[in-house]
């Protein structure tokens, strides 16, 4: 169809005019460049964690030989210095290698378009922390919904549907996406112990549900007693604490609980049995003190009755 008279046409750019398409390529291969590492910054509250372990140990080697083959990603910052989006065990693996510049493409990107890409990037990572996951899917989310995909902040369907959408990005439903998210809620200690797979995700998101304090509370009886909540317990502290009942001696009641899979244990309570136990022994250990203390007496009973029938 003919052009109507009011419509703009685009004009070639004086670089498109006076340089051949060798040259506007070759351009394009100079977004990649050697930074120097001291003035490459870390993306901010990057949820993925760099660890010096034997799979980092592994890539500085391969480094030393061949380089950083994938360059990483970077965006420059209005102070002058560079963000990184993608690389960040690729830069630490220059370092340890004594390598002082890091390969890297440059982009243009916002704060947003950054953090969505940086999750996306990073999600290629063959092993990945449930708290990893927990905060990149938050980081994520806030992000989309800065950019427009949700405008009213109290609307429950649009907030499913943002997090329907992560969920499609990342290869988990919404409803896991949420789960994830409710982990930020978490103190440090009980998310550590999730990432050790020493609390499941559904009981770790009913325990996000409680006060900063009272978390602080259930993980000191669980590491005194050396045991975790199913997820059945960690319902209950949750009703509980929602009706305003869920008291420490409550939470030591709760996880005192023999569980399925627990073998059948002695525990004796009461104010004469409490002082002859050390003040410091777990709850969980007395079985175990009180059997030594009873083989401890029987050999001392078998010795004085050796004596008895000596004389």
């Known amino acids: 169809m003919p052009k109507e008279k009011n419509e703009e046409m685009r004009l070639p750019s004086l670089d498109e005019l006076f340089s051949s398409q060798e040259e506007r390529d070759d351009a394009k291969l100079k977004r990649i460049y050697e930074i120097p590492i001291s003035e490459i910054d870390p993306f901010p509250d990057h949820p993925f964690h760099v660890r010096d372990d034997e799979d980092m140990m592994n890539l500085v080697e391969s480094v030393k030989a061949n380089g950083v083959i994938t360059p990483a990603t970077v965006r420059k910052k209005e102070d002058g210095r560079y963000e990184l989006l993608s690389g960040h065990r690729r830069m630490r693996a220059c370092e340890i290698a004594g390598m002082d510049t890091l390969r890297c493409e440059v982009v243009d990107m916002d704060r947003d378009e ?5 999750v996306e990037s990073n999600f290629q990572r063959t092993t990945i922390l449930p708290s990893e996951k927990a905060f990149a899917y938050k980081m994520r989310l806030e992000a989309m919904n800065r950019q427009g995909k949700r405008t009213d902040l109290t609307c429950g369907p649009a907030v499913h549907k943002s997090r329907d959408e992560v969920g499609d990005v990342v290869g988990e439903s919404g409803r896991t996406v949420s ?21 499941a995700l559904r009981p770790a998101v009913e325990i996000s549900y409680l006060p900063k304090i009272i978390q602080g509370d259930l993980w000191e009886c669980m590491d005194m007693e050396q045991c975790t909540p199913s997820h059945a317990q960690s319902i209950r502290m949750r009703r509980m604490q929602e009706e305003g009942k869920l008291t420490p001696e409550a939470i030591e009641a709760i996880m005192l609980e023999e569980k399925p899979n627990q073998r059948e244990r002695i525990v004796l309570r009461g104010a004469r049995f409490k002082e002859l136990f050390p003040p410091d022994l777990p709850v969980s250990k007395r079985e175990d003190y009180v059997a030594a203390a009873m083989e401890f007496y029987g050999r001392h009973r078998a010795k004085q009755k050796s004596r008895d029938d000596s004389r």
């Open 179 to 199: 789960r994830y998210i409710r982990l930020t809620e978490l103190i440090p200690e009980l998310l550590e112990m999730v990432d050790e797979g020493k609390i």
């Open 114 to 118: 950054a953090t969505v890409f940086m």
